[in-house]
């Protein structure tokens, strides 16, 4: 293990990754408040959703409804399968990012993170001190709005990168769309009761995580344990290589490979306005020695300024409002992760 200097601080994971077996102190986990980190773990029974079956009224469709009920009270997650998309969008989106990774560092750097921004090419960032890093780098890009993008940080190499990201960008909106009306209908409440709080210009980020192979997989974190701050989050995993673990009951699980099925996770918004029936699961990414991994995760949040709090038809005698009204969860979600703290604690008006 090597010490830290200040330049050292910045240098990419893929970098370090390539010079040897020396990993920084800083990337380090030094307690793991949630579990050793290993991938000798139960293999999770995700839920797995036909969306097909809830984007048309048929004889299945309330059934389907049971199920996404029953998937996001108990996980906040399922695997989602005939989801639209075809196939070769969801390989063309992920090789590009590879294809990305693969460039010579000039190139790449064109496109690198300023300090104290989120958008562009980079490694974990460094957000409060003595935070131990992630071994991952990224390419982070606001997708909607539209006229929000910052082109500056789209990749032009590949090619098809920005066609690519944008033509799934229109389909992860039509999904997340659909999930909405479809959680509330398995609520049994009116259909846009989420949807409301979405508001009409959602904003979504594109965040490709790179996690090169690590010398010793056992003492860092490719992601370490959160839950997202977003609505919806739309993962894409890497085609075979394994990595990702859901947290339930206090055991880790990992997450099997069901090629071309995209991950859904409920973030911590939707918790908020579902009052804490669907729930923001606790996840995690892990690295190995032997092969790099690549996943494309889409955080899909309401409209900047909009107010989220529990749907009303949700409260009465025997469920109580547990969470406050907020019109500023992104910036709530930024200021306690900035502490190391859980920012849905911020808004829950009673403490577990
Ligand atoms: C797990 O990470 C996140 O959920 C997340 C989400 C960020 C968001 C925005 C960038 C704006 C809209 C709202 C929402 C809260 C969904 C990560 O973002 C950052 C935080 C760190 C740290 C980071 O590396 O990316
Ligand atoms: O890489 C993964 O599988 C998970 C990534 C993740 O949780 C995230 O980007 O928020
Ligand atoms: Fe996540």
């Known amino acids: 293990m090597s010490g830290d200097s200040e330049l050292d601080r910045y240098r990419l994971v893929q970098e370090l990754a390539e010079d040897g077996d020396e990993i920084p102190e800083r990337f380090i986990c030094k307690d793991t408040p949630y579990g050793l980190i290993t991938a000798s773990l139960p293999l999770m029974d995700i839920p797995v959703i036909d969306l097909s079956r809830l984007s048309s009224s048929s004889a299945t469709t309330d059934e389907e409804l049971v199920k996404l009920r029953s998937a996001l009270s108990s996980w906040g997650c399922f695997q989602v399968i005939n989801h639209g998309i075809e196939f070769c969008l969801l390989d063309e989106l992920r090789e590009n990012g590879r294809q990305f990774l693969k460039l010579p560092m000039k190139d790449k750097q064109r496109y690198a993170r300023a300090a104290n921004e989120i958008e562009g090419y980079g490694n974990d960032m460094i957000l409060y001190e003595n935070q131990t890093l992630d071994w991952t780098d990224r390419i982070y890009l606001l997708v909607s709005p539209e006229d929000g993008r910052k082109l500056q940080y789209w990749p032009e190499d590949p090619k098809s990168f920005r066609v690519v990201l944008e033509e799934y960008t229109t389909r992860v909106k039509m999904i ?146 547990l969470y406050k009204t907020v019109k500023d969860y992104p910036e709530i979600f930024f200021k306690y992760y900035q502490q190391g703290k859980r920012p849905i604690d911020a808004v829950k008006l009673y403490s577990s």
């Open 176 to 321: 997340v769309e659909t999930l909405l009306k479809s959680m509330a209908k398995a609520l049994n409440l009116p259909d846009n009761s989420f949807l409301n709080q979405y508001g009409e210009r959602p904003v979504m980020y594109t965040r490709y995580n790179f996690y090169p192979p690590c010398p010793r997989p056992d003492l860092v974190h490719g992601v370490k344990p959160h839950a997202d701050g977003s609505a919806i989050t739309v993962l894409q995993q890497d085609e075979e290589v394994e990595g990702l673990q859901f947290l339930k009951d206090n055991q880790w699980f990992r997450v099997p490979i069901r090629p071309h099925a995209l991950i859904v996770n409920v973030g911590d918004q939707i918790e908020v306005m579902s009052n804490g029936i669907f729930k923001s699961p606790l996840h995690r990414a892990l690295t190995n020695s032997a092969k790099e991994r690549i996943s494309v995760a889409t955080f899909c949040s309401p409209e900047v300024g909009k107010e989220i709090g529990p749907v009303e038809e949700l409260i009465n005698d025997k469920n109580p409002r």
